[in-house]
């Protein structure tokens, strides 16, 4: 079965500073791995995923993440926070053939001005 | 396209009460998941439907809910009698079919309050 790690339940973060979330999965097999956001009393939109190919992916508003497979590690940067990025970020696994989720426990970001 | 729909957007009710959700995916998705969202954690799949049918149901406490998809489309979830536990948000989602990179797309889901 596959599940994900996420650390530190919330987050600050400076505006203008690195926002670097951090994500550990386990999988049996090779997985579909994704990072959602979600704002307040909103569903989860998502930011970016990665399936197959680059392991560097580029996401919505500025995000980027990479698929480490040695490290089991797929972290979410930003280079620069905005004010808009206080949200709650969740990393999720999938397998490649049911296509069922399993999520972390979630990041509360917040900026500070 | 239009998103998945989810209603309503909030309910409270009193322990031991029933109450139903109800979403409407998006058009041509044949998979559709409902995931509880407890407070303070992420998601937890409770029921995965592939067109009409139950895929996995397995996080499903059967003895106080219910889930159903008619005719592949619309899905109800209900809680009799639901407890204080319960509480969470109920999110739906949709996907065009499993196995596939495409990915999920999220109802804004509905707040279930017990009291």
């Known amino acids: 079965a596959q599940s994900v790690t996420q650390l530190g339940s919330h987050v600050s973060v400076s505006e203008g500073a690195l926002v670097l979330l951090r994500c550990n999965y386990s999988s049996s097999v090779p997985p579909y791995l994704f990072w959602y956001v979600q704002y307040p009393n909103q569903g989860l939109q998502l930011l970016l995923k990665y399936t197959t190919g680059a392991t560097l992916v580029k996401g919505i508003n500025g995000f980027e993440a990479e698929f480490k497979k040695s490290e089991t590690s797929f972290h979410l940067t930003k280079p620069s926070a905005h004010m808009s990025d206080a949200a709650e970020y969740f990393c999720?696994?999938?397998?490649?053939?049911?296509?069922?989720?399993?999520f972390g426990k979630g990041n509360q970001v917040v900026v500070i001005p | 396209e239009a998103g998945v729909a989810q209603s309503p957007r909030y309910k409270i009710i009193e322990k031991r009460q029933s109450v139903a959700f109800w979403c409407n995916p998006i058009s041509g998705h044949a998979t559709l998941y409902w995931y509880q969202q407890i407070l303070g954690q992420g998601p937890k799949l409770l029921i995965q439907?592939?067109?009409?049918?139950?895929?996995?149901d397995s996080q499903l406490p059967k003895d106080r809910f219910s889930a159903e998809r008619l005719k592949g489309v619309d899905s109800t979830l209900k809680i009799q009698p639901a407890k204080l536990e319960d509480s969470a948000v109920y999110l739906c989602?949709?996907?065009?079919?499993?196995?596939?990179?495409?990915?999920?797309?999220f109802g804004s889901g509905t707040r279930l309050t017990v009291v």
């Open positions: 999720a696994v999938s397998d490649r053939k049911n296509n069922r989720l399993a």
């Open positions: 439907f592939q067109n009409n049918g139950v895929v996995d």
């Open positions: 989602a949709s996907s065009l079919y499993m196995g596939t990179d495409y990915g999920y797309t």
